[in-house]
């Protein structure tokens, strides 16, 4: 009677735990859906350029560069926004906001246009 009285404690104990994840997935769920129409992220503005197909072609294991000239401009940038607010570094193009399903489309379409077949094989 006592391994039956267990086993029974037992499921009730993994269906609650199952029912807890699935309420906090659903919880998810609706923050995540809120979030792909929202624009609450931000963009960042990297000193680094992806090579053209031909360069990466040649070698396929360097297809960045680093780009110094936009790396003091950005930080240039940086220092000047510092002391200023959000509504004038918009009006000068500083900051562009975006929603999550865009910061998490752009990022998959930038790797599938920059594929190098065999890239890292070698």
């Excluded at 931000?42 to 297809?63: G, K």
């Excluded at 002391?83 to 918009?90: F, K, T």
């Amino acid at each position: 009677m006592n391994g039956r009285r267990s086993s029974v404690t037992g499921a009730i104990t993994r269906f609650i735990y199952l029912l807890r994840l699935l309420e906090l997935s659903l919880a998810i769920t609706r923050t995540a859906r809120g979030l792909l129409t929202r624009k609450v992220f931000s963009f960042a503005d990297v000193p680094y350029r992806i090579r053209d197909y031909e360069a990466m072609l040649c070698r396929p294991q360097h297809t960045v560069d680093f780009d110094a000239a936009l790396d003091l401009e950005i930080t240039s940038r940086v220092r000047s926004l510092v002391h200023v607010c959000e509504s004038a570094a918009r009006r000068e193009g500083g900051i562009q906001h975006a929603n999550l399903a865009e910061k998490l489309l752009i990022p998959t379409l930038a790797k599938l246009t920059s594929f190098v077949p065999e890239a890292g094989s070698g």
